[in-house]
């Protein structure tokens, strides 16, 4: 962590989700960055969380939160109900200072599937008070062409944590896309924030799905820098996380991964160098 940054800079597995787990540790250490976000994968499930965390001793790279996986797989759970308690307990076992699930793309939450969700989320803030953990809910992106759901409105979202005594993990590609202001929303969110996945979202037309987890810098939706220097005003130390696509960082060729990531990287720091915090 630099000196006039306040939180720390980590960097998703999913972002070399493709990569064996060894090698992203060694990619995103070279890369500069302060710690890990792991997203639930095969390798994982076989190796166990104990191989994780030798490689976070290993690479110094501590592992801040817990992600389910990006694409299912076999082995990992399919009910609403487990899926969320296993994060939870991976969370858990990775010592990790919280867990992410993804909010519901629901119309209703009265439907059989919306109940195993919820059942679920009561569950497993069960688990994160006992375990001194941090559970977030990601927020949503509006889809294009289609019908909002319940969980695309902010209000509704900021609403449904606080009833369920959930913390907030801000996307900023899927606020860009939704056509959200980064500063009014983390504005909005305040003190509730425990994670950031920090990624630059492209709008070429209202009729097309947004190109989003890009790297900062290469989207048109807003000022990513400003939003970072809001949060350093408002006094928040959880991770910014790093959320790109494998696209953004070189995809399997190690070294252009490394400068690419560095690059991405830097984009903080100088958001802090040309700009004064108030």
Known sequence: MQDNIPFRVSCSTGTLYHLPLKLAFSIIKQAGFDGVEIDASPELLIRGAAYAKKLAREFNLPIYTFHPPLYPFPGWPKAQTERILAVARFAQDLDCESFVIHAPKSYSLATPRAKQYLNGVHLGVAFAEQHQLKFGLETAQKPVKKKPRLFDSLDYFIDFTDKNKLSVVYDTGH????????????????????????????????????????????????????????????????????????????????????????????????????????
Do not use: M
């Open 175 to 278: 606020s860009g896309a939704s056509g959200e202001d980064f500063v009014r929303s983390a504005q909005y969110i305040g003190g509730r924030l425990c994670n950031v996945h920090f990624n630059d979202v492209f709008i070429e037309s209202p009729q097309r799905k947004a190109k989003t987890h890009l790297a900062p810098g290469k989207g048109n939706c807003g000022d990513l820098a400003a939003f970072l220097r809001e949060l350093a005003r408002q006094h928040y130390t959880g991770p910014v996380t790093y959320e790109l696509s494998p696209f953004e960082a070189g995809l399997g060729i190690p070294q252009i991964a490394i400068q690419k990531l560095r690059d991405a990287r830097s984009f903080v720091q100088k958001a802090f160098d040309s700009g004064s915090n108030t």
